[in-house]
Structures are given as C-alpha cells and as structure tokens.
C-alpha cells in the first residue's frame, strides 16, 4: 500500500510505541507471543544498523492482571502501585524475549519533567545514547508510579512523540489495536476508510479523531493525533498500524503495510529549536503585529519589541514564552532576552531606544531567531 522510499533506508533511528491492549489481557496476563515477534523484528531491524527505542504501555494492564482485579483501579494511589507491581512483569517478560534474540534491555521510567527540566532532558539523552551505542534496546514507560496529575504525561503516544525528539528519531511507529485512522468511525460507519497517507494535519483531520473511539486505552486517536503533530512539526514521520498484525514492523519496513502514514515536515530542527518549540513549558506570552509576524512567518526574522502588541503572564528573561498573532494564535515558541516587566517598557518602540528606556545596554531583540520556533498548525 504504501512506499516508503527515503525514510527507511537504513541506519535509521525508529521509536516503537506499543499499547496496553496489545500486550495485557485482564485474566491471561502479559502477551508472551506478541512480545515475542516484537524482540524478533527489532533484532532484526538492529542487525541493519537502526537503532530502536520501544516505549511500552502495559504496566498497569500487568499489574491488574497480577492482582486479579475485575477491572483498572480508579484511585491515584492505586494506579500507581498497580504500575509498581506490573512494571517489572512487564519488563521481565521483554528481557526473557530480547535474550532470546542476544539482545539487552533497559529499563527508562520518566516523567514530564525529565522533558521541562533542560539539564534532565540532555540527562535522559545522554543516558539513551550511552544505550544505543552498547546495543542496546531502551525500553521506555512513564514512571506512573510516582507521577501525580501535575507530573504527568498522562498517555505513551505523546510520550513516544517526546522520545522520538529527544533521541532524534526519524520515524515513530505506533502499533494500536487500530489500523489507522478512518474516514470516519468505523464502528458506527461502515463505508469508513483507511486514511493512507497524511501530508498536513488539518482542522478536518483533528475533528476526524475525535469522532474515532475505537480503542479501549488511555488515548485514543486524539492522542495519536497530538503525538503526529509533534513528530511532523520536526521532521519525524509517523505510522500507526494494527498490533494485532504479527507481521506488523515487517510489513512496515517491506514498504507495504496497511496502516496511515504521517509525513514528516520538512524542517528538522536542531534539538535547541526542538527542545523550546515542543517540550519546555511557556511561562507568558506575547502577542504581535503583522509586520512582526511577516517578518518572522516569512523573512525568518529575529523578534523586535517594535512589533510587540500585548505582553500576558509573568517572565523572566531567558524563559520560554509563546507568540500568538493579533487574533490570538500560536504563532511561534521561543526564549525571550526580556522579562515580561521590561517587556512592557519596551513594548511598540524601536530598538535604538531600548538602552535609553532600561537605562542599560541590551540586545536588539526580544527573540533571537536562534531561539524561535515557528509552530506549524499549533501544538
Ligand atoms: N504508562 C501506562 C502503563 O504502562 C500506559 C499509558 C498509556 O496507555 O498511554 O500502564
């Protein structure tokens, strides 16, 4: 079905999300089988010279399996001990395959934070590189048993989206209990049809999504459809196909597989650009005229506080903060030289006044265009 000339050559960098119905069941526990073909096509993959990250949901499902409970617990505390004990079945059950295969695991348990913090995020990095040049398989989860609400992700497609930045990755594949994304949804329509390729994720392509419930776990296809959007925006291609296939990553790497196909943007950010446009967390914003967004949209521009029409939030210099236009969206993402206090000094005027207003000499811009990202169909 589809030719993927130009994304899979080898030696290429490929995240791997696997959902939680693929590989939990409530009474028969961890998917042994599944886990089984998954070692096999990623030792193959490896042995062509890709490296591959897995990010595996499944600890909850495991440990709901292990307790012989009728169904996921609702309480936080709950979840999170029945993520402590499903964590490490799961994690057994990949390192007894991959060994079959001559291949090592690694545990990596994150946290939202390990994305928002920059010293942690080159951390985590680091750490994976260190993997990768080993040989090794990471193997990834959100570490669900000590996040809370305010630290946490919340889903593995977005999760997978932010791995696939941080290792650099060229392409996520998201194995789902879904083939795809459809027309419409397939359980209420039943002339729906598979979406093949995906150039632009469009306002119709987002409301597509919301109307597809087709799957039982944490995200759904809205998820999947965030995580695309993060993956386009830097140069990262996506593919979502069914798990259920045993031949799935085997399909994908022949070239022909039933599944959609998200093409990557063209831009590749560098992972500065990638790290302020998509993980580090806003702390205000600015909003501009058109001339300033002219200037940034087209000509690639530093932003000036000429351009500056409205400041909102409290900042300071060096934080992340985001560029809406004058109706109100997202524009861009950068670091801005000046704190929201200084901003609304200098805010309309030209640059060669700056020193003069701040009683200082400062830079020209408020975003060097170094430090800006520009956000292609928002976040
Ligand atoms: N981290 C969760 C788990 O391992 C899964 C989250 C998700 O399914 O997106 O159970």
């Excluded at 386009?232 to 990553?249: D, E, V, Y």
Aim: aromatic share 4%.
């Amino acid at each position: 079905m589809h030719r993927l000339e130009g994304i899979l050559h080898a030696r290429n960098t490929i995240v791997i999300k696997i959902g939680t119905n693929l590989l939990t069941d409530r009474l028969k526990g961890i998917n042994r089988e599944r886990i089984a073909d998954i070692a096999r096509d990623v030792a193959h993959l490896q042995s062509h010279g890709n490296r591959v990250a897995l990010v595996s949901s499944g600890a909850i499902g495991a440990g709901v399996a292990a307790l012989q409970l009728k169904k996921r617990p609702r309480t936080i505390p709950e979840q999170q001990a029945t993520a402590a004990i499903g964590q490490p079945i799961l994690m057994e059950a990949y390192e007894a395959a991959f060994r079959k295969q001559g291949r090592t695991v690694a545990q990596i348990l994150l946290t939202k934070d390990d994305f928002v913090n920059r010293a942690r995020y080159m951390n985590a990095r680091n750490t994976l590189r260190a993997l990768f040049d080993r040989g090794v398989v990471p193997i990834i989860n959100e570490n669900d048993s000590v996040a809370v609400d305010e630290i946490k992700l919340g889903d593995n497609d977005n999760l997978s989206a932010l791995v696939a930045n941080l290792i650099e990755g060229d392409l996520l594949i998201i194995l789902s209990d879904v083939e795809g994304l459809f027309s419409d949804d397939p359980m209420h329509n039943s002339t729906a049809e598979l979406i093949p390729v995906i150039e632009t994720i469009t306002a119709d392509i987002e409301k597509l999504a919301k109307k597809s419930r087709g799957e039982l776990s944490t995200g759904g296809m809205i998820t999947k459809i965030q995580a695309a959007k993060r993956c386009a925006s830097s140069g990262i291609a996506m593919i979502i196909t069914s798990g259920n296939n045993p031949r799935a990553l085997r399909d994908v790497f022949s070239g022909d597989f039933k599944g959609t196909l998200f093409l990557p943007g063209r831009t590749r950010l560098n992972v500065r650009k990638k790290w302020i446009g998509f993980v580090s967390h806003p702390r205000g914003s600015v909003s501009i005229d058109e001339g300033a967004g002219t200037a940034l949209l087209a000509k690639h521009k530093s932003l000036l506080p000429s351009g500056i029409l409205e400041i909102s939030g409290e900042f300071r210099a060096n934080d992340t903060i985001t560029v809406l236009d004058a109706q109100g969206h997202e524009i861009a993402r950068g670091v801005t030289n000046y704190s929201s206090a200084d901003l609304g000094r200098i805010r309309g005027r030209k640059s060669s006044e700056i020193e003069k207003i701040l009683g200082r000499s400062s830079r020209d811009e408020v975003i060097h265009k170094d430090n800006l990202v520009i956000i292609t169909g928002g976040l």
